[in-house]
């Protein structure tokens, strides 16, 4: 309670309004499964479009498990995504090494060693690596020495460095070669004139390398060495060929530069404190190892490492490798923040409310497949606001995916049959078969963001392919869809729709997939909204204060058409006060708020009953 001990006039602020609650997102998504390139542990990266995939984890090209092709199904899965009206998903990549592969502690070579090639510096071999492992990282790299201008300005014997004149910044390790000719563009090596840039008391620049320091009133032309990081992937070495990924313009060789090769390309090592670089899609890194202290050794570093890349042009980076087929304890993944991978890294994101893995269902045995289910569910069921969405076996017939669907029960998920059939432009099939978890995801935010998270997300067209890898005609639906299996079907003049908004569980009250998933919304919403009212006195302001927040809430979903009833009051109540708590509540500190709401169910079954009538009839 304020004090008032003087007097005067004091103007307060009050609220006189309840406080409101927002509706969290419903449509973001979570993916794990494998690819050809990324990150393989840390936090799950967010992918707001298939080229920004393509960028981290890789084109959409066939894995090589141990020599054997195999779809990559998370690829397709998030192009699906985004192709039928996604937003925004965060991508886990799984991966599980070769037989032979060893494990590193660091993110760069955990869980298997990346591509990489070697080089000599100051006789000691380092390796310019591929941050991550799969063959995505068998890279060329085109380097080129350049110079940015003359930097060597004035009448002779009254010289000094200005970068301002040639819009290039003279910094502190700045490498800068000497050299009779002025001529711009690629410059070859020559380690005897190459110096680095230091500032004596009075911040005149000074020139030094291990035979000394430059007089600048007897050298002829000095000009600051960068160079040039061209990444290219592609099958030749000669780094004409390939499509280019990623380029670093004007690179120090120095370490003591800002922008030396080493720093901006550099290796992270959360366990040894090294940060990543800001852009984590950053392809490849320079493993230099201990860098010297003393500053004649530090230019002899720039020196050598400006020779050994102009020696080596175009460094081609191999060994990288997909591994093995990702197992159910790859996919389930493990650890926490910098260390986590798998289902345990999409843990981490409190925004993710829908959660895949794709192509699952084509890995492993049947067993590895139901074990993987499993763990999708009881991921959504632990984390309480989150839905899982599975698929059975390719080409499982009516009789197999009954059999899948009899393995399971849950409120958090649903079943969808049969799998997409889409184009597969660039390869030698004509056709591929595809896992619908992608494509249902998508369509679960369309229907979120178009029409709201109350509406089932069925009666949808499915975009993006040629047709489903089975025609399930109303007879077999007539069997598949009491049992909790959503099919997928062709309708003539109205294409490929989704026919089917069931969840797998046994329980009548949760047989909607749309349903379920209001709840998931509002006690989510509920949940990150009314955090104030913790440690806030229990008295009755406090309840009438939640009471308002809640019923405010509420009726936004009733109006958006959620709730059913014509009156707020026939569609939902909230109850918090004595009735709702008893004394030993109020002694241990309960607050305990009762909430009641009418969720509206999908049309089904639309049935008209016609029957003949004449003007001497009436109805009973």
């Given at each position: 309670m304020p004090e008032y001990l003087a007097p005067g006039v004091y103007v307060e602020e009050t609220s006189f309004r309840a406080k409101s609650i927002e509706g969290v997102a419903t449509s973001t998504a979570g993916f794990v499964g494998q690819a050809r390139f990324g990150p393989t542990r840390g936090l799950p990266s967010l992918v707001t479009s298939f080229e920004e995939f393509q960028r981290i984890f890789g084109d959409a090209d066939d894995l090589l498990f141990e020599g054997v092709p195999a779809t990559n199904h998370l690829a397709h899965a998030v192009r699906l995504f985004f192709e039928n009206g996604g937003k925004r998903v965060y991508v886990a990549r799984a991966f599980r090494p070769a037989a032979g592969e060893s494990a590193g502690s660091s993110r760069a070579h955990s869980p298997a060693s990346p591509a990489s090639e070697a080089i000599s510096l100051l006789g000691t071999v380092r390796f310019v690596r591929a941050r991550f492992p799969g063959r995505a990282g068998n890279l060329v790299i085109g380097t080129q020495a350049t110079r940015s201008g003359n930097l060597l300005v004035g009448a002779a014997g009254n010289r000094t460095l200005s970068g301002v004149r040639y819009g290039d910044m003279v910094e502190a390790g700045a490498a800068v070669k000497e050299r009779l000719v002025a001529t711009s563009g690629p410059q070859a090596a020559v380690g005897a004139n190459l110096y680095a840039v230091s500032f004596d008391s009075a911040g005149r620049p000074v020139l030094s390398n291990a035979g000394g320091a430059l007089d600048l009133n007897a050298a002829s032309v000095a000009a600051v060495q960068k160079v040039t990081v061209d990444i290219r992937v592609g099958p030749n070495g000669d780094g004409s060929t390939g499509t280019r990924v990623e380029q670093f313009l004007r690179l120090s060789p120095h370490p003591d530069s800002e922008s030396f090769v080493g720093r901006v390309l550099r290796h992270e090592d959360p366990a040894a404190g090294v940060e990543p670089p800001?852009?984590?899609?950053?392809?490849?890194?320079?493993?230099l190892g201990d860098l010297p202290s003393l500053a004649g050794e530090r230019t002899s570093l720039a020196r050598d490492l400006l020779i050994a890349l102009v020696t080596h042009p175009n460094l081609t980076l191999s060994g990288g490798s997909d591994g093995r087929v990702a197992d159910p304890a790859t996919i389930g993944g493990g650890g926490s923040g910098d260390a986590a991978n798998g289902l345990a890294a999409l843990a981490e994101i409190e925004d993710i409310a829908i959660v895949a893995a794709p192509g699952s269902a084509a890995q492993g045995s049947s067993d590895d497949q139901q074990t993987i289910r499993d763990a999708l569910i009881a991921h959504c069921e632990l984390l309480r606001y989150r839905f899982a969405i599975l698929a059975g076996p390719a080409n499982a017939d009516q009789g197999q995916i009954r059999e899948v669907r009899g393995q399971h029960d849950s409120k958090y998920a649903a079943l969808y049959y049969p799998w997409l059939v889409?184009?597969?432009?660039?390869?030698a099939r004509e056709t591929m078969l595809l896992s619908p978890e992608g494509a249902m995801a998508g369509v679960y935010a369309r229907s979120d963001i178009e029409r709201g998270v109350h509406k089932a997300p069925a009666n949808e067209t499915v975009r993006g392919i040629l047709r489903f890898s089975r025609n399930v005609n109303k007879g077999e639906q007539d069997v598949l869809n009491p049992e909790g299996i959503n099919c997928l079907r062709f309708f003539e003049g109205r294409g490929q729709r989704v026919w089917g908004a069931r969840t797998i569980s046994s329980d009548p009250e949760w047989t909607y997939v749309n349903v379920r998933r209001l709840f998931i919304?509002?006690?989510?919403?509920?949940?990150?909204?009314?955090?104030?009212?913790?440690?806030?006195?229990?008295?009755?302001?406090?309840?009438?204060?939640v009471r308002l927040t809640i019923e405010g809430f509420l009726y936004d979903v009733w109006r958006s058409g959620a709730l059913l009833g014509a009156r707020p009051e026939d569609a939902y109540f909230v109850r918090c006060d004595r009735s709702t708590m008893s004394q030993?509540?109020?002694d241990n500190g309960r607050l305990i708020c009762l909430i009641g709401v009418a969720p509206t169910k999908p049309a089904e079954f639309v049935i008209f009953r016609i029957g003949q009538w004449t003007a001497d009839a009436s109805i009973v």
């Open positions: 800001a852009d984590r899609s950053q392809r490849v890194y320079f493993d889409t184009s597969a432009p660039g390869g919304y509002m006690e989510h919403s509920i949940d990150r909204g009314t955090q104030w009212a913790v440690f806030e006195p229990n008295n009755e302001e406090l309840w009438l204060k030993s509540d109020l």
